[in-house]
């Protein structure tokens, strides 16, 4: 785990957002399922490095992005990183029952002059070349937004984790998915899959009203939020 982001996010349940970055040119060729992929090569510590990416994907990661994530994995000439499933955010919808006192209303927002940054890295399994595998047991995991203490004039009020609060993401893989090896005649003899979660430093507001007084009090504070997940899997020679 990730130092300052480490601190901060706990794991629960799901959740997503996506953010649309820079367009990069790249080849096109297609897959053995006949889905379309971008094929990048990219320098990363003076390695060269394959990224297969599936064109719904094409605008999701620049390229300093995309390095990042290889930069955390030992690689060599090569190697081949492939985008399988982005996971983005599903915010809790509020409801409030007109029998209840008090009603929370709450803002969530980026902090100003800050970017998504990566968060958790999981392993989930590796396959050898012209295997195919399932999980014996499904893998899960999730990270929640993280809170620093809150202040304000309502330092003591209840803090009722709903709506935009309440948000969360989840990558799982069942038993029921293959997990296929590189094929049996090509050059790489793993493939490794794995999932990056992503995540954002926000300023939060929560305020809590009486209904039947019309009273108001406010709580905020600063904290992190997971932005989306990643799914992907790595070709080694080794």
Same mark, same amino acid.
């Given at each position: 785990?990730?130092?300052?982001?480490?601190?901060?996010?706990?794991?629960?349940?799901?959740?997503?957002?996506?953010?649309?970055?820079?367009?990069? @040119?790249?080849?096109?060729?297609?897959?053995?399922?006949?889905?379309?992929?971008?094929?990048?090569?990219?320098?990363?510590?003076?390695?060269?490095?394959?990224?297969?990416? @599936?064109?719904?994907?094409?605008?999701?990661?620049?390229?300093?992005?995309?390095?990042?994530?290889?930069?955390?994995?030992?690689?060599?000439?090569?190697?081949?990183?492939?985008?399988?499933?982005?996971?983005?955010?599903?915010?809790?919808?509020?409801?409030?029952?007109?029998?209840?006192?008090?009603?929370?209303?709450?803002?969530?927002?980026?902090?100003?002059?800050?970017?998504?940054?990566?968060?958790?890295?999981?392993?989930?399994?590796?396959?050898?070349?012209?295997?195919?595998?399932?999980?014996?047991?499904?893998?899960?995991?999730?990270?929640?937004?993280?809170?620093?203490?809150?202040?304000?004039?309502?330092?003591?009020?209840?803090?009722?984790?709903?709506?935009?609060?309440?948000?969360?993401?989840?990558?799982?893989?069942?038993?029921?998915?293959?997990?296929?090896?590189?094929?049996?005649?090509? @050059?790489?003899?793993?493939?490794?899959?794995?999932?990056?979660?992503?995540?954002?430093?926000?300023?939060?507001?929560?305020?809590?009203?009486?209904?039947?007084?019309?009273?108001?009090?406010?709580?905020?504070?600063?904290?992190?939020? @997971?932005?989306?997940?990643?799914?992907?899997?790595?070709?080694?020679?080794?």
């Amino acid at each position: 785990m990730e130092g300052y982001f480490h601190e901060k996010i706990f794991l629960v349940t799901l959740a997503f957002i996506i953010l649309i970055v820079s367009h990069f @040119p790249q080849n096109i060729y297609a897959l053995e399922n006949d889905s379309e992929i971008y094929e990048i090569e990219l320098n990363v510590n003076n390695s060269s490095i394959l990224f297969h990416i @599936p064109t719904e994907f094409s605008e999701e990661f620049t390229e300093n992005q995309l390095m990042e994530i290889a930069s955390h994995h030992d690689l060599e000439d090569g190697d081949v990183i492939t985008i399988l499933e982005i996971g983005n955010p599903i915010i809790e919808e509020e409801t409030v029952s007109p029998r209840l006192i008090f009603r929370y209303d709450q803002s969530v927002s980026r902090i100003p002059g800050t970017s998504e940054f990566q968060a958790q890295s999981f392993f989930i399994t590796s396959v050898a070349r012209g295997m195919t595998i399932r999980l014996t047991r499904a893998f899960s995991q999730t990270l929640s937004m993280g809170f620093n203490a809150g202040t304000g004039g309502g330092a003591n009020m209840p803090f009722n984790i709903t709506g935009s609060l309440n948000h969360s993401v989840t990558a799982s893989v069942t038993t029921q998915v293959d997990l296929v090896g590189p094929p049996e005649n090509g @050059p790489h003899n793993t493939r490794e899959f794995r999932v990056r979660f992503f995540g954002e430093n926000v300023n939060w507001t929560q305020t809590r009203t009486n209904s039947l007084t019309g009273n108001s009090e406010q709580r905020s504070g600063t904290g992190t939020r @997971p932005t989306r997940y990643m799914r992907y899997s790595i070709d080694r020679f080794n």
